[in-house]
C-alpha cells in the first residue's frame, strides 16, 4: 500500500487533532509520565505546567545545502563559466517531492512510522505501548517517537550544527537528545504544531531531507549519491530500505565502512519485512531485496566531492582563498557571523573571478618549471594576475598540490597559499628584493624629483645614522650595499631603475624620508603577509619586508592604472538558491598616487622591461609593459612583477623554508622569466593592452641642478660654490696635476650632470707637480741637442733608442741620419719632472 494512500483512520485523526492542545495534552501527560512516576517519584501536578510551558511551533527552515563555486571560461562572461568546486558545511542537496523514490518512501514509514498518515505528529497508541514497557524497564524515553518527532529533533540537532564553536554545538546537540520527559513533552508538542502548519508530505520530504547519513552526509538525495552513485529517484528496494537503515544509528550503520555492513543489513531486513507485511512490495521483490547481502558489491560508493581537496586539479588553492574570505561576502549578511551562517547554510552560486583558460596556462608553467617535490631545498613557486581596473584575481597558481587533510599529502604538497596574506590560508610573504624599489622610485617623484636627476652610485659605506625616518629612526651603524654588477660612479633615477643598481637607491632613499616610502607603498595595497607593520630601516629599501605576490601584483596593477588601486577580489556575484542575485566582493577603489607620479614611475618601468633587467620577461608581442625583478641577498627569492594597461602578473620563485641560493640551482634566476613570459603572452592575447601616458616634463627634470665645472678652482671656492647650490662637498684625495697645487683637479660626477641636491660631489686636489714636457721632436735637434733643451727645463732621466732608416728605394730620407724624430712621452704631457723620457735617433745603420 502506498504511502501517499492515507487511511480512513487518518481523517479521524485530523478531527481530532482539532480538540485542542489542552485536552490532549492530559492523554499525553498521563500516558507519558505514568513511566516517570513509578520510576521517580516525582509530581505529576507539575508536568501539565511543564507542558504548558513549552513552545507551540517550530518552524522547518531551509536546510544547509552546497555551495558551487564557478570560474568563467575567458575573460568574457559570454563564453559560459566552468565549475571549479563544490563546498558545503553539510553534504545535501535538497530533494523534491518527485526527487524522492517511492520506495523510500514506503521504507521511511515501514521503517519509522507505520501510522504516520493516521496521527496528528504524536501517536498515543505507540505512546500506550511504550509506557508499558517503560514502567517495566525504569526508561522514560524509549519508543513512542513519531517520523515528525524525530523531524523535530533533527530540526534541534541541525540548528546545533550551525553554532560558531564545536563546545558549542557538542552542548546543543546533547541538549537535542538528552533523555528526559521535558525533551520527550516537548518534540510531541512541537510535533503537533508541525502537523497544524504543513502538509504530511511535506513533513515526510523535511524529514527525508534532513536526516543524517553518516559522517558529514545529511539527506537521502547526498546519502543515494554517496553509497549507490545513483540519485534518490532511482534506488532499489533494498537500497531504499538500507539507506533509512542507517538513519537510527548513523555511526553503527552507515555504509562508510565494511564494518557497519552486517548492522546496516540487520535493520535493512526488518524494513523489509515491514514493507512487505504494509503491503508496499510483493513476496517476490521482498524476496529479491532480501537476498542481496550488504557488501562490497551492493554498496557502490561515489565519494561525496566536497571541499577544495576535492575541486579542480587547477583552482584548488584559490577555492581556499575563496572560503578564507566568506567573512568579507558583505552582501551575505551584516554581520561576520551573518555571513558564515549564509555560507553554511549555503545553496549557493558563487561566480568567482578566476580566469581557467588563463589559469591552466599559469598553473601548467609554474608545475612545468618549479617542481613540486624537489628536495635540494625547500622550493616554491607562484604565479597570480588581477586586472587593473577592478582587482579581479583571474590567475592563481602555485607549485605544490593542494591538500589540506589533517595527515598530509606528504612531499610536495601543502594547504598553505603562497600567493595570500596569512590570514586568508596564506604563508608569511616573502623578502621582495629589488622590486620594492618602485615604493622608493614613487616617493622620489612625489617629493618633486626627476628621472634624470643623477644620484652618486658608488660603492660606499653608509652611516645609516644620516637616513631620515619619521616612523620609527634611531637607525645607526655603518652599512655597505653591495651591486650585483659594476655600476658607474653616478647615474639618473632612470637608469638605477633599469638596471636595478643598489647603491644608487640606497642614495635615493638617502635623500627621502624612509617612513615617506612605506607610506607610499601602504598607498597602494603594499603590506607584510604577516599582518606587521612595514619596516623602514634602511636596507628596507632593497626588499627586506615579507609579502605576499597578490600584494605585489595589485601594487604594481595601481601603477599601471593611473595610480588608482583596486583592492584584489575573488568573487563577482552569488546566486541564492532561490534564484536571487546578489553582488560579490564589493570593488574598493581607491587614488593611490598622483596619475603624472605613476606615468612617470611606469615611464621607467617600461624601460626595465625593453632595456633592462626585465627583458627576458617582455612577450615582445606588441603590448606595451611596465615591471621589475627582484632578487634578494644569497638569490634567497627572485620575482619579476609586471603589468600592462589591463592586467598585473607576480610571479615568485625562491625558498619556502632556508636560504639554498637559487643561483646555485640550475637555471634559478630564469625561472621566474620562463613562468612570466608565456603567461603574459597568454594574458596578452585575451586582454591586449594599450600605451602608457607619457611623463610630464616637470618628473623628468624635476628639482635637479646641473653640476657646474669646479676644476681648476680652489677648495675653498669649489666647496662654497657647490655647497651653495645644494650639493655635498667631500675631498676623497690628492692626484698629480698642472694645477697649483691644492686646486681642484677632478670630479667624481662629469660637469653638466643634472644632479639631485643633496648628493655628495668628491673631488681630488692637484698636488702641483706636473710641467709640460717640451716637444724636441720635431725641431730637429741631435740627441744630444735635445738632452740639452729637456735637461734645461728640469728633466734629467733621459735616455736614447735607435730607429734605423730604410733604404732610398723604400722612402727612406739619409738627410735624417743622428736627429731626434720621436719622443715617449710626447712633447705638451704633463709629467713630473722625474719622469723617464725617452728620444728616439734615426740612423743609417743601428747596429
Not at 740639452?788 to 733608442?801: H, I, P, Q, R
Request: a negative charge; aromatic letters at 8%.
Amino acid at each position: 500500500m502506498s504511502a501517499q494512500n492515507q487511511k480512513a483512520s487518518g481523517i479521524i485523526g485530523a478531527l481530532a487533532g482539532m480538540v485542542g492542545l489542552s485536552a490532549l495534552a492530559g492523554v499525553l501527560v498521563t500516558v507519558m509520565v505514568t513511566p516517570a512516576l513509578a520510576v521517580t517519584g516525582m509530581a505529576a501536578s507539575n508536568t501539565i505546567g511543564i507542558f504548558e510551558g513549552l513552545p507551540e511551533y517550530i518552524r522547518i527552515d531551509e536546510q544547509a545545502q552546497r555551495n558551487t563555486l564557478w570560474a568563467q571560461r575567458t575573460s568574457n562572461p559570454e563564453d559560459g563559466y566552468t565549475r571549479i568546486a563544490t563546498v558545503y558545511y553539510q553534504n545535501r542537496e535538497e530533494a523534491g517531492w518527485e526527487d524522492v523514490s517511492q520506495y523510500i518512501k514506503d521504507a521511511v514509514l515501514a521503517g519509522e512510522d507505520r501510522r504516520f498518515y493516521e496521527h496528528n505528529g504524536v501517536d498515543v497508541q505507540s505512546i500506550v505501548r511504550a509506557a508499558i514497557g517503560n514502567v517495566a524497564s525504569g526508561d522514560i524515553e524509549s519508543g513512542a517517537s513519531t517520523l515528525t518527532m524525530q523531524l523535530v529533533k533533527n530540526l534541534f540537532i541541525n540548528e546545533a550544527l550551525q553554532l560558531e564553536t564545536e563546545e558549542e554545538q557538542l552542548e546543543a546537540i546533547r541538549a537535542a537528545q538528552e533523555t528526559s520527559l521535558e525533551r520527550k513533552l516537548k518534540e510531541a508538542k512541537l510535533a503537533i504544531g508541525l502537523e497544524k502548519q504543513y502538509t504530511k508530505n511535506e513533513i515526510l520530504l523535511s524529514y527525508l531531507n534532513i536526516a543524517g547519513f553518516g559522517g558529514n552526509t545529511y539527506g537521502i538525495e547526498a546519502a543515494a549519491q554517496e553509497y549507490f552513485g545513483v540519485p534518490a529517484s532511482d534506488v532499489t528496494i533494498a537500497q531504499a530500505a538500507s539507506l533509512i537503515a542507517i538513519v537510527q544509528q548513523p555511526g553503527a550503520r552507515s555504509l562508510k565502512s565494511p564494518e557497519n555492513f552486517p548492522a546496516n543489513q540487520a535493520r535493512r531486513d526488518f524494513i523489509l519485512d515491514a514493507m512487505l507485511d504494509e503491503g508496499y512490495i510483493t513476496a517476490t521483490e521482498h524476496r529479491e531485496a532480501i537476498e542481496q547481502p550488504v557488501d562490497e558489491e551492493f554498496v557502490n560508493p561515489s565519494p561525496p566531492s566536497n571541499g577544495c581537496m576535492a575541486g579542480h586539479r587547477y583552482a584548488k588553492f584559490f577555492c581556499d582563498f575563496v572560503v578564507e574570505n566568506v567573512d568579507n561576502f558583505e552582501s551575505l549578511g551584516a554581520t561576520v557571523e551573518e555571513r558564515r551562517n549564509a555560507w553554511r547554510l549555503g545553496g549557493l552560486d558563487v561566480y568567482t573571478s578566476l580566469n581557467m583558460s588563463l589559469q591552466k596556462v599559469a598553473q601548467d608553467e609554474v608545475w612545468n618549471y618549479v617542481p613540486r617535490k624537489e628536495t635540494a631545498l625547500e622550493l616554491g613557486g607562484t604565479a597570480v594576475s588581477v586586472e587593473t581596473d577592478t582587482g579581479r584575481i583571474i590567475t592563481m597558481a602555485q607549485n605544490k598540490v593542494f591538500d589540506n587533510t589533517l595527515e598530509g599529502g606528504g612531499l610536495g604538497t601543502t594547504a598553505v597559499n603562497f600567493n595570500t596574506d596569512q590570514p586568508y590560508g596564506g604563508s608569511g610573504g616573502f623578502q621582495t628584493g629589488s622590486t620594492y624599489k618602485v615604493f622608493a622610485l614613487l616617493e622620489w617623484l612625489k617629493q618633486g624629483h626627476g628621472l634624470n636627476e643623477y644620484v652618486d652610485s658608488s660603492v660606499r659605506t653608509f652611516n645609516q645614522a644620516s637616513f631620515t625616518d619619521t616612523c620609527q629612526g634611531g637607525w645607526g651603524g655603518p652599512w655597505t650595499p653591495k651591486n650585483d654588477a659594476p655600476a658607474a660612479p653616478a647615474m639618473s633615477a632612470y637608469r638605477a631603475t633599469t638596471d636595478s643598481v643598489n647603491t644608487a637607491f640606497v642614495a635615493i632613499a638617502q635623500q627621502l624620508d624612509l617612513c615617506g616610502i612605506r607610506q607610499t607603498a601602504e598607498s597602494i595595497g603594499v603590506h607584510r603577509a604577516d599582518g606587521a607593520p612595514l619596516e623602514t630601516n634602511p636596507s628596507s629599501v632593497l626588499g627586506t619586508n615579507n609579502i605576499a605576490p597578490m600584494t605585489m601584483a595589485a601594487a604594481f596593477a595601481a601603477i599601471a592604472n593611473d595610480g588608482r588601486y583596486c583592492e584584489p577580489v575573488a568573487v563577482d556575484r552569488f546566486v541564492t538558491r532561490d534564484g536571487e542575485e546578489l553582488p560579490g566582493q564589493a570593488r574598493e577603489c581607491r587614488q593611490g598616487i598622483d596619475p603624472e607620479v605613476a606615468a612617470a614611475a611606469a615611464y621607467a618601468m617600461q624601460g626595465v622591461m625593453t632595456g633592462g633587467t626585465g627583458v627576458a620577461s617582455n612577450p615582445r608581442d606588441g603590448v606595451p609593459i611596465i615591471g621589475k625583478t627582484g632578487t634578494t641577498d644569497r638569490s634567497k627569492q627572485t620575482w619579476v612583477v609586471g603589468s600592462t594597461r589591463e592586467v598585473a602578473t607576480a610571479v615568485w620563485v625562491g625558498n619556502i623554508l632556508g636560504d639554498f641560493p637559487m643561483r646555485n640551482y640550475p637555471s634559478g634566476g630564469s625561472l621566474r622569466h620562463l613562468i612570466f613570459k608565456p603567461l603574459m603572452t597568454a594574458v596578452n592575447g585575451q586582454y591586449g593592452g594599450g600605451g602608457f601616458p607619457d611623463p610630464p616634463g616637470r618628473l623628468l627634470t624635476g628639482s635637479g641642478v646641473e653640476l657646474p665645472d669646479v676644476r681648476g678652482e680652489t677648495e675653498e671656492n669649489a666647496r662654497a660654490l657647490l655647497e651653495g647650490l645644494g650639493f655635498g662637498f667631500e675631498v676623497s684625495g690628492r692626484v698629480d696635476s698642472d694645477l697649483e697645487e691644492g686646486r681642484v683637479a677632478s670630479m667624481s660626477i662629469a660637469p653638466g650632470t643634472l644632479l639631485a641636491r643633496g648628493v655628495i660631489v668628491k673631488v681630488e686636489t692637484s698636488r702641483g707637480n706636473l710641467i709640460e714636457l717640451p716637444d724636441v721632436a720635431s725641431s730637429g735637434y741631435t740627441f744630444e741637442e735635445a738632452r740639452d733643451v729637456l735637461v734645461a727645463a728640469g728633466f734629467t732621466n733621459v735616455s736614447e733608442s735607435c730607429a734605423e732608416i730604410p733604404p732610398v728605394e723604400e722612402g727612406g730620407d739619409p738627410l735624417l741620419d743622428g736627429l731626434v724624430t720621436a719622443q715617449n712621452p710626447s712633447g705638451g704631457s704633463k709629467v713630473k719632472y722625474e719622469k723617464s723620457i725617452t728620444l728616439t735617433v734615426a740612423r743609417l745603420d743601428c747596429s
